[in-house]
């Protein structure tokens, strides 16, 4: 049996969230990133002495909306605990949390289930010196407390996914949930969705788990599934050498791809969670869960089946147009700009499977070049079949480049396509006569031979023919 076959890796994930909240979590101070640091702090949630929080309602709500979304039970009285650990990130010594009765739990998304889902403030920023322009002097540590208090909701999955690959496309599909409910901008790079990833490996068909490692604040999409990939590597290369997992936990650097210890099982926290005694239970009415339940918007997998069943389109381009926000939101303006009578399944081919390809999977097509009315418009040129494939394929190389009108790139570098006119079936007839040994097999009842005089014609018309027109006048000529 293979390396490849011989273990199972089981995964479960811990998701932070930040509300979009406009105030912190206990506190009235204003939330804004990147603010001048320190400069959002008040005596709530730097933990003077004396002072008392005060839960955010709205937090609250979108706790309820998430929880919802993911179909979870929604608690009908929460506690708020103390998680009590020692860190200069936390001024009051602890950290507001949930701890045995979560708000939101036994959910379930796309094949994972959800154990639960819980709200918490967040700890401030520690800067080390280096990490930011306005910071000075060597071997320090400076904290930065404005993050401090804001609200999180920390979603954790059973340990349902199974490799690197799963985890990121169930990421994107949770950060598009999210995002379409309007809780969080969820913009990783600002640190509104981090994600640990515990990992672990079992023989196949064995039940029990094994030792689990976790890896921490995993910052890109591509980042967790190349980390989860390098640890399951890792823990497979110890037990195919003898040797034994330790439970530790681990940082995944990008750049070199290697994995570094944080700490071990012993260094773990004992974090003595007890009720926070300032705080009474949240206990929201069957009333207002029935009024978020009613608010909520179509979420990506209602979005990814009404565009297979009503627009026509694959099954995979509408799962990756629905679980990649921005992509979606790309897609249905192109729709918006095409108007009536749009070729919805082209539309889709073409921002999934040409654009995508130019600026990428995780870019945001809507900070592109490429309006979408300029996309909409070269679709229908496309299948007015007044531009090729190929024409419309460079069209669309000059507007990721820079922009502009579809028609006036066509006149400008002569894409216009050849319709059935004297002057293509010239063309064909001297395609014909340069490959007789095509026109040989492609008699013999061979047609994958027109490939050769379909190639001769595309480069004789700078690929103004259409194919389809092409294949049309050779089987003419010859007769087939």
């Not at 190349?226 to 034994?244: C, F, M, S, Y």
């Not at 994958?448 to 027109?469: P, S």
Request: aromatic letters at 6%; hydrophobic letters at 40%; glycine letters at 10%.
């Amino acid at each position: 049996m293979s390396d490849a076959t011989q273990y199972e890796p089981v995964i479960g994930l811990e998701i932070h969230i930040q509300l979009a909240t406009n105030t912190k979590m206990f506190c009235g101070c204003r939330l804004e990133f990147g603010a001048e640091p320190n400069t959002l702090t008040c005596p709530v949630c730097l933990g003077h002495p004396g002072t008392l929080p005060v839960p955010n309602e709205q937090a609250v709500k979108f706790a309820i909306a998430t929880g919802l979304a993911l179909g979870c039970s929604i608690a009908p009285r929460s506690m708020f605990h103390r998680k009590n650990y020692f860190y200069p990130d936390l001024p009051k010594g602890y950290q507001i949390s949930q701890f045995d009765i979560p708000i939101c739990a036994n959910g379930e998304l796309s094949g994972v289930r959800i154990h639960r889902a819980h709200m918490e403030e967040d700890a401030a920023k520690n800067i080390h010196v280096g990490e930011s322009g306005r910071i000075h002097g060597a071997g320090r540590t400076v904290v930065d407390y404005n993050r401090g208090g804001t609200p999180l909701v920390e979603i954790v999955t059973e340990p349902d996914i199974h490799s690197g690959a799963q985890a990121r496309e169930w990421l994107q599909l949770l950060r598009a949930t999210i995002k379409r409910l309007g809780v969080s901008d969820v913009n990783m790079e600002e640190g509104s969705l981090r994600c640990d990833a515990n990992i672990s490996i079992r023989p196949v068909g064995q039940k029990e788990l094994g030792v689990k490692s976790e890896l921490k604040n995993m910052n890109s999409f591509r980042f967790i599934e190349r980390g989860i990939d390098a640890e399951i590597a890792r823990q497979t290369a110890l037990l195919n050498a003898g040797e034994k997992v330790e439970q530790e936990t681990l940082h995944f650097d990008p750049s070199s791809g290697s994995l570094t210890s944080l700490r071990s099982k012993e260094e773990a926290h004992d974090y003595r969670y007890f009720p926070e005694p300032d705080l009474v239970p949240v206990a929201p009415s069957s009333e207002l869960i029935d009024e978020i339940r009613a608010s909520l918007p179509e979420l990506p997998l209602q979005k990814a089946e009404r565009y297979e069943n009503d627009l026509g389109i694959s099954a995979e381009t509408s799962k990756f147009l629905a679980f990649n926000a921005e992509m979606g939101a790309y897609f249905e303006a192109v729709l918006a700009a095409a108007g009536d009578g749009a070729d919805n399944k082209r539309i889709g081919d073409w921002v999934v499977g040409e654009l995508v390809a130019r600026i990428g999977a995780d870019a945001d097509p809507a900070e592109s070049k490429v309006e979408p009315a300029a996309m909409a418009r070269l679709v229908s040129l496309v299948g007015e079949k007044a531009v090729t494939n190929a024409g419309a394929k460079t069209v669309l190389d000059k507007l990721v480049e820079s922009g502009g009108d579809p028609d006036a790139i066509v006149e400008a570098e002569g894409l216009a396509a050849m319709g059935d006119s004297d002057e293509l079936a010239g063309i064909v007839d001297a395609a014909l006569e340069a490959n007789p040994k095509a026109v040989e097999d492609m008699k013999s009842g061979n047609m994958k031979a027109i490939g050769a005089v379909i190639g001769f014609v595309m480069k004789q018309t700078q690929g103004r023919a259409d194919g389809g027109e092409v294949t049309k006048i050779v089987r003419e000529k010859l007769g087939l």
